[in-house]
């Protein structure tokens, strides 16, 4: 059977019908069902004890972001002019369903403002806005460099790749969630993953989005280790 991968979604407000809706790119329900997982997209309306059972009945998580930001407060920060303030609801279902998952063991993957969440849900702080922020939007390839870790070095080697951008946040190098370590950079210091310390966990966080690649393999081979890490922690 297919692992179950839990995935976190957007709440907006329908301004013609005035009713609220879920909103999500497909291709991240794509990629997983790609590389073999079952997704299941999770309401951030939902009650905080119905996101944790959801957690439960999941066998892997996928958090990405979404064209907004977390809460400055969340890490003891003024919002600076840059900041663009995401919908409450969907900030505190995704804070507690990547706390739950984290707290469960779940396999996680976070991809740009998912992986932005994970340093968050583990007590880490964020850069509000890069001063190189333009060189990291509208989708720009860049090189990477993979350093350390295990994960990514498993997967792509520890070198160089190349990868996209569309975020003008980031992980600040003194500022990683505990239990994490940042294991790829781009040649201007940001920081472009982190991992779990953990030797037997996924936990694993991309600040560039696979979903977008346009090579098949790159986007294979990042969801399929999350695929196969939730299929092994069934069969345990």
């Known amino acids: 059977m297919r692992p179950t991968i839990l995935v976190n979604c957007d709440v907006e407000m329908d301004a013609v019908r005035n009713r609220q809706r879920l909103s999500l790119l497909a291709a991240y329900v794509d990629v997983v069902a790609e590389a073999g997982g079952r997704p299941v997209i999770v309401s951030p ?3 905080l004890e119905l996101l944790r ?3 439960d009945c999941c066998d892997g998580a996928l958090f990405v972001g979404s064209a907004q930001d977390y809460p400055p407060a969340w890490y003891g920060e003024a919002p600076r002019p840059e900041t663009q ?4 609801p969907r ?3 995704d804070r507690e369903l990547a706390r739950t998952a984290l707290a469960r063991g779940l396999p996680v993957l976070g991809i740009c403002g998912g992986h932005q969440l994970l340093n968050l849900a583990c007590g880490g702080r964020l850069i509000q806005h890069l001063p190189q922020a333009a060189a990291h939007t509208g989708g720009k390839s860049h090189p990477i460099a993979i350093r350390g870790g ?14 996209n951008s569309w975020h003008h946040q980031a992980v600040p190098p003194d500022g990683l969630g505990q239990g994490l370590v940042a294991t790829a950079f781009a040649d201007d210091g940001t920081i472009e993953a982190l991992e779990g310390t953990a030797p037997s966990r996924f936990l694993l966080g991309v600040q560039w989005h696979p979903e977008r690649s346009p090579d098949p393999e790159h ?10 890490a939730a299929a092994a922690r069934t069969r345990g």
Do not use: H, K, S, W
């Not at 295990?150 to 990868?163: A, P, S, Y």
């Not at 986007?219 to 196969?228: N, P, S």
């Open 45 to 47: 309306t939902l009650p």
């Open 91 to 93: 900030a505190d279902a």
């Open 150 to 163: 295990r994960i990514l070095r498993e997967l792509f080697g520890e070198g160089r790749i190349e990868v």
């Open 85 to 88: 303030a995401m919908n409450p």
């Open 53 to 55: 059972e959801q957690v």
């Open 219 to 228: 986007r294979r081979q990042l969801l399929g280790a999350l695929i196969r």
